[in-house]
């Protein structure tokens, strides 16, 4: 009988299971965000302590951190769903300006209307203009055949300049010191879940994505379609889909959803529309979507990690003056470094270093 | 913000000079010094994909060099330590991106776009931890090339021939680029890696180094790309001072048909697009500028959605190398 080493043994439970690999990713991003605060100068663990503190440390933080996770659940969504349908969604950004300048017009400019009316009408027009931006580097992908990696990612400086040119001439209130519009009135305001909370009714859309990606991926036909078209497109035409139809209309499905996050940010945080409107959200999202695996289960993890990052990071900055750019670069190593452990096969790994039946020489021999 | 009325006629008399040989000089000299970052990086890019690599982390490793090629230029005092400074800048990161989809063979454009992160968190971390209250103080410049007689010739005089030494250096690598890829042993070996990894194998060819060779090189010319932007011309570094350009450059690389030449070719567009925004900028004449600043990029679409359909990218392009096993 043959035993098996203790590190065979956990390479192998490391093969099979694949959420691991993102906790793994998590566990060494920490390490090298860990190094970058060493170096510069403060205790990690003093950084991080006031970064938990700032995240989770009270009610108002936890707040704040649910108030953070739900642009980034709804724009990961998106680009989840459209993972399922191999595309690229890099545009989250942009869509999530237009998403809020759709709902700051519906809600500045469409008045008389009863309150919950008015809300659903300013995140349906929100929605709707992220969807329909989105919707152009969907078309070019699908009947163009244009990299939508370069046309979302492109977009993006399109739409916040087209949204600050708008926020600094147009829609800027003549007597107003700083670049933003006019705040929305009250028939408009997403309601604060308790009085002073950051986090605002917007979350439970945000949830409602979670359970409508779950849905749509598993018992719709549209789901079916997009996983089909993204598997295989010939595969997907013979068997009756539109895989073209199905491309551009999951891309605009996808700015819809980041739109509606924008529409959320701004009826439920902002309640106006400032020329830095989002801090970065639509690209927290990639990571979002890469870290939970395109998953449902796996994005509302992920969403709640980095949502937690953007509360506690602003609050280590004041304290110890540890720059919040540290976000950017440690969402890059949690990412980068989940894909690294999730290519290896490390099944075979165990198999060729540590092989139970073979003593070390004789592996070193056949490799 | 549109003018008012009155400065109406005295914009569109400023329109009138557009046609003029002065403004025409000047575009011409801003478009060549425009071109240059998108052109390096792009060539880069060149490399790597005809060797199977899509390096989505461009603008990434064009940051990198911006940074380091400061961080060297300041501490040494010297230009040209500071240019081999973004070079290796962009290759460390490019090596990072080599190590993760040729040796762990992982999805190419996630670990691109991981990359783009951890250069922009990291050099704006690093911008404000090591260069502090330096960050903006001005880098040693390089000197420029003044060749006479020629820089009397009307229009293209000032744009080819007194411009810093810098761009001259980054016009090597077209001649250079065009003769290592179609005429060395390793450039062909690097076609036959990005079209057919399977047969360049069986024909000696050993095809992770010369993936890995052609990341690095295209991770120098990005870095290169950077230097250029921070060092030969504003002289110091702005956090995500790329703007979008090592996109931009990708799609140079695509319409440039993968071919030096191409590439230089589509960056002295986008080059003159983005110059000529800059122009009218100065001229006032009642186009926002958020509307000009974007120019660009809308071109680069539009480019993209025009001739993309016709271009085939290497065969082997993003798929990763997994040898038979014997």
Redesign the interface.
Known sequence: MVTLSRSYRALALLARTRWLHPLIGIALATVAAGALIWISGVHPWSAFSVLVDGAVGDRHAIALTLARTTPLLLTGVGIALARHCNLWNIGGEGQIYFGGLGAVLVALYVTGLPSPVHIALAIAFGGLLGGVWAAIAGVLRAWRDVNEVLTTLLMNFVAINVVVMLVEGPLRPPDAVYARTERIPESAQLPRIFEGSALHAGVFLAVLAVVWLHVVLGKTRFGFEIQMTGLNMSVSRHSGVRPRMVMALTLATSGVLAGIAGAGELLGSQRSLPADFSPGYGFDAIAVALMGLNRPAGIVPAALFFGGLRAGAPTMERALGVDTSLVLATQGFAVFFVIVTLAVDWQEVADRRLAPTRSTEQTEVNN | ?RPPESTRPAALARLGTVLSLAFLTEWLVATFRLSMPVFLAGLGEAYSERAGVLN?NLEGMMLCGAFTSVLTALSTGSPWLGLIGGLLGGMALAL?HAI?VIT????Q???G??????????T??LS??ILGADRTAYAPSFERIRVPVLVDLPVIGPALFNQPVLLYVALVGLPASIWALSKTHFGLAVSAVGENPAAAESSGINVPAIRYKAVLICGAFAGFGGAFLSLGTLRFFI?GMT??RG??A??AC?FGRWHPGGVFAAAILFGGADALQRRVQVLDIGI????L??VP??L??LV??GV??KRSPPAALGIPYVRESR
């Open positions: 913000m989505i990072v993760a762990f063979k992982a999805d454009i996630i670990s776009i991981s990359l783009n992160f951890v250069a922009l968190g990291l704006a971390f404000r931890w956090d703007g979008g996109f931009i990708l799609a695509i926002n500028f958020h509307i600043q974007v990029h809308i680069t679409i993209l959605a993309v359909a």
